[in-house]
């Protein structure tokens, strides 16, 4: 069975711009999970979706927003970009809302310049 | 903000020598996981431990718990330079769904052939 799927693999954009990434779970997950890592730190949890809906949202600005589909995949939006916001943007898919275990994409690797 | 810390931050050792990583942490938790991510890459869940589990073993590795002092210890045995890799603790809080992990700093571990 395929894995977590995150696409791009790499994007570079600049301050001010927009961007969308996505995911798309492993097979029979219904919960995405996001979470940002900026080089040297860990991941920073940033939204979970269960059945389309927002079950959880860290410590991030109204510009990150994100979504699930029908089909349980997800998108993560970011509005007017930052240099702060250049990280590593890793997808996580888990079996049900309160599974623990998750299963991590490669991950987007963002560049804003 | 990160909940845990690992300690060390960067951590060298020989082949075939023992590994051992330490994680602390600040609020009650239900559940704290290892995992392990290569070059900047997707992480690959390791082990999960209980809050009202002390100790467990998976292959190589061995985890213990203790709740009373905030701290896990993640302990690889007959190290291997394909272990050579970022190590993270993530915590999942009492009260919180399974799928908002915070993460610690993590250890870099490096395994000379």
């Known amino acids: 069975d395929a894995g977590v799927t995150q696409s791009p693999t790499h994007l570079i954009k600049t301050r001010g711009q927009h961007v969308t990434l996505r995911c798309s779970p492993i097979s029979g997950h219904k919960s995405v999970s996001w979470y940002q890592q900026v080089l040297g730190q860990g991941p920073q949890f940033i939204f979970q979706y269960y059945e389309k809906e927002e079950r959880g949202r860290g410590n991030f600005p109204d510009r990150f927003s994100a979504r699930q589909f029908p089909n349980y995949s997800s998108e993560l939006n970011v509005n007017a970009l930052l240099l702060g916001d250049s990280a590593l943007y890793l997808c996580?898919?888990?079996?049900?809302?309160?599974?623990?275990?998750?299963?991590f994409g490669p991950g987007t690797r963002l560049t804003v310049t | 903000s990160q909940q845990g810390e690992e300690d060390p931050q960067a951590l060298s050792i020989q082949e075939g020598e023992n590994a051992t990583m330490n994680c602390s942490y600040k609020t009650s938790i239900n559940n704290l996981q290892w995992y392990r991510q290569n070059s900047g890459r997707g992480l690959v869940h390791l082990i999960l431990i209980r809050s009202n589990e002390r100790e467990k073993h998976s292959g190589r590795l061995r985890v213990t718990l203790d709740t009373s002092k905030k701290s896990s210890s993640l302990l690889i045995t007959a190290s291997r330079a394909a272990d050579t890799a970022s190590y993270f603790c993530a915590t999942a809080p009492a009260g919180t769904s399974g799928s908002r992990l915070t993460f610690g700093e993590g250890t870099q571990l490096t395994v000379n052939p």
């Open positions: 996580a898919s888990s079996l049900s809302e309160s599974y623990y275990e998750q299963y």
